[in-house]
């Protein structure tokens, strides 16, 4: 069966693996390479299971860790054209891939689509896995677009973006330009705007949610999970019964993967 360990998630790093336990994928390697390592193993995935790094762009906290990473464990990294242009020369002796179209690797089928981030050329992620479950993955987003719809749409598991509570960034130590940088069409999703389009993800079937890239300074998991709740509900929809709702951590500690 297919599961989904978040390893890390936030400012300080993000990096997913996604697979069975023989085979399976990292979605980005923002932390270090023994980091990942360490929170792989403590997942119960020994890192020789990877094929493969998507990556969905470069800022840091998404590709830290992708060069000793990859090149430890001889991994074809994967992103955009635009992306592997910023990073080409930060990665030598590592395989670079264009992401031009469907990818087979690790028993998966992946399909990347274009997000709206202040970077080069940034992905979120279909992958069908080997037994047909399907995982829409899509953070670091401006804004929810047409095209970022349509592929999160009939997920049976969804990991999207929950950033920020537009108050407590209104009203907290970030000055204003890197504020308006957050709200923008190139910043970082909102609860309110990830928790409107919740109910119809799980009118599509998608029976899963897991909040991601939480801020630290504007955001607390209790607050993303109580506006996502609350707009599931209004929808008529009952958590445990139609959906099951959570926030992904800093650092996975515990260890905790998702089977769907």
Known sequence: MARLCPLFSGSTGNSYYIGSRSAGLLIDAGRSARQLD?????????????????????????????????????????????????LESALPEVELCPLEGELELAGMTVTPFHTSHDCAEPLGYRIRTEDGRVLGFATDLGYLSDTVK??????????????????????????????????????????????????????????????????????????????????????GLVREVDFLLDTAKPENSQGHSVIF
Not at 39 to 51: E, H, T
Not at 60 to 73: E, I, L, M, Q
Not at 154 to 171: K, Y
């Open 150 to 235: 349509e592929h999160l749409l009939g997920a049976d598991f969804v990991v999207i973006e929950s950033n920020h509570d537009p108050e407590m960034l209104r009203t907290g130590g970030y000055p204003y330009p890197l504020q308006q940088r957050i709200l923008s069409d190139r910043g970082h999703l909102s609860n309110g705007v990830c928790a409107e389009f919740l109910p119809e993800l799980a009118k599509s079937g998608t029976k899963r949610f897991l909040l991601a890239h939480l801020s630290r300074e504007n955001n607390t998991p209790s607050l993303a999970l109580e506006t996502s709740l609350s707009a599931l509900t209004r929808a």
């Open 38 to 86: 360490n929170m792989l193993k403590l997942c119960g995935i020994d890192p020789l299971a990877l094929q493969g790094i998507l990556v969905t762009h470069e800022h840091t906290d998404h590709s830290s860790g992708r060069r000793v990473f990859a090149k430890k464990y001889q991994l074809p990294v994967f992103a955009s054209a635009g992306t592997l242009k910023v």
